[in-house]
């Protein structure tokens, strides 16, 4: 499992960066457009056994906002561009890259903060840790977010116990066709 993994990471990551290439230029035409500042964001997160890396993604937020959980950040603090890029999940996209250098998977646990101390701890404690970090997961689609460490942390163990590349599709899928 893990090398059909890793190969289905490397070519669909591949693959998915080329395909969304054009929208990711537009995307970056929009964040640019809509506020001053980069259009890239980088951002320190816990990944595999608990290392950190940095986590690329498209600018949604002011430039100068504080580095804070989504669902603790101030909504004032999204951009009109940013709406538009997190309600259709676009701002994920330089995520590829991530993908391609090894440090995260297409599907597995999403990334965290160093400073979710309460969701490291329960990760650590049921294994979670143990796995490459996901551009989406089971969470995402079963609409888990941050805010409860513990019921995310309990469902990226159970994804983890069940995965299989049949599953990563479906969560795929579920991810791009969300209601």
């Not at 230029?25 to 809509?34: D, G, N, P, Q």
Request: charged share 20%; glycine share 8%; proline share 7%.
């Amino acid at each position: 499992m893990k090398t059909a993994k890793k190969i289905f990471d490397l070519a669909g990551a591949a693959v998915l960066l080329v395909v969304t290439s054009p929208v990711l230029l537009l995307a970056v035409i929009a964040v640019r457009a809509s506020s001053p500042g980069p259009a890239f964001f980088t951002q320190t997160r816990v990944g595999r056994h608990g290392a950190l890396f940095r986590c690329h993604k498209l600018r949604t937020m002011h430039q100068g906002t504080p580095s804070l959980p989504t669902h603790e950040a101030p909504a004032n603090a999204v951009t009109s561009a940013g709406k538009v890029l997190r309600k259709f999940k676009l701002d994920e996209l330089p995520q590829f890259w991530n993908v391609l250098r090894g440090e995260m998977s297409l599907v597995g646990p999403r990334p965290c903060l160093p400073t979710q101390t309460e969701l490291i701890e329960c990760r650590r404690r049921l294994g979670v840790l143990e796995a490459l970090p996901g551009i989406t997961g089971l969470a995402q689609i079963r609409g888990i977010d941050m805010s409860n460490p513990r019921l995310l942390a309990e469902t990226d163990a159970t994804y983890l116990s069940t995965a299989s590349l049949w599953l990563d599709l479906r969560i795929l899928f579920g991810t791009l066709y969300r209601r």
